[in-house]
């Protein structure tokens, strides 16, 4: 029966052949319960292709987040050697999926929508022209967005200078990703908006007082073992010596005595507090 719903006979082929797959993978009983649930995806291929194309279309038609719920088709087409999945492709359609969603959070506010909607068409036409990849335009926006949502909250149509004081205030590290839309702003828009003077150190302290937050939670979670021991170092080389975060959990640890313990990274020594001798205050 769902043979006949195909129109080509490769396509009703693929999908009989997807059927007896599916019964050695999930067994007999939940394939006849299942297969029927894959049989639209097989049917929309056929009605776009006629027949299996590869991954790159597949991809910009259902989108990655569409082709995880049809997992078991895939996997299937996969090991047949039908598609051959592009890592590239998936990464590429995920950075397209978190643009949109950022021009999405802007649809109730309609001129903020056509600023930051312009902003990404000016964006978008550096990538074809091959001067920026998906991945910054991505990143471009994400600031672009939240100055957006700040100035809606202030009642403005479009940011002005307070909006984005009081943004890089909130998130200072975001200042060198937020200086193209201040620009565009300018520029497109002839708002009288500037980058405010950095001041010195902002990150730093905001990165600081975070770690020191995360310090104070695990003196008061007190946990034990390996894992809560890998976390402390990885926050403690941050916090005390700059390092980032990752390199804590690669690094050896050796323990001294009840006051601290010696970290190796790279060749160099670190030396760390134990919980119990910390005392930052609340």
């Known amino acids: ?19 007896a797959w599916l019964a050695v993978t999930v067994g007999d009983n939940k394939a006849a319960i299942t297969v029927n649930r ?19 279309r597949l991809v910009a038609h259902f989108g990655a987040e569409g082709l ?13 050697g039908l598609v051959v999945k592009d890592v590239a492709v998936q990464a590429k359609d995920s950075e397209k999926r978190q643009i949109a969603g950022m021009l999405k959070a802007l649809e109730g506010d309609p001129p903020g929508l056509r600023v930051l909607k312009g902003y990404h068409d000016t964006l978008m036409a550096k990538v ?6 998906l991945r910054s335009v991505r990143l471009a926006m994400a600031p672009a967005k939240a100055l957006m949502l700040e100035a809606q909250k202030m009642g403005l149509k479009k940011p002005d200078q307070k909006a984005v004081d009081l943004y890089l205030a909130k998130v200072p590290g975001q200042r060198a990703a937020l200086t193209g839309f201040v620009r565009y702003l300018r520029e497109a828009h002839s708002v009288g908006v500037a980058m405010p003077k950095a001041k010195e150190g902002a990150a730093q302290k905001v990165r ?23 976390r402390w170092v990885s926050v403690g080389l941050a916090y005390f010596h700059g390092l980032p975060r990752k390199v804590g959990i690669g690094a050896d640890v050796l323990r001294t005595d009840g006051e601290g313990m010696a970290i190796n990274v790279e060749g160099k ?6 919980i119990s001798q910390m005392g930052l205050s609340e």
């Open 38 to 56: 894959y049989l639209p995806f097989f049917m929309e291929i056929e009605k776009v292709w006629q027949a299996i194309p590869d991954y790159s």
């Open 208 to 230: 600081q007082r975070k770690l020191e937050q995360e310090m104070l939670a695990m003196m008061r979670e007190g946990g034990e073992g390996d894992e809560f021991l890998r």
């Open 269 to 274: 020594s670190y030396w760390l507090p134990s």
């Open 1 to 19: 029966m769902n043979l006949a719903a195909f129109t080509m006979p490769v396509m009703a082929g693929h999908f009989e052949r997807f059927g």
């Open 128 to 133: 074809k022209a091959g001067k920026l990849s």
């Open 68 to 80: 995880r719920r049809v997992r078991l088709p895939m996997r299937w087409m996969q090991e047949t």
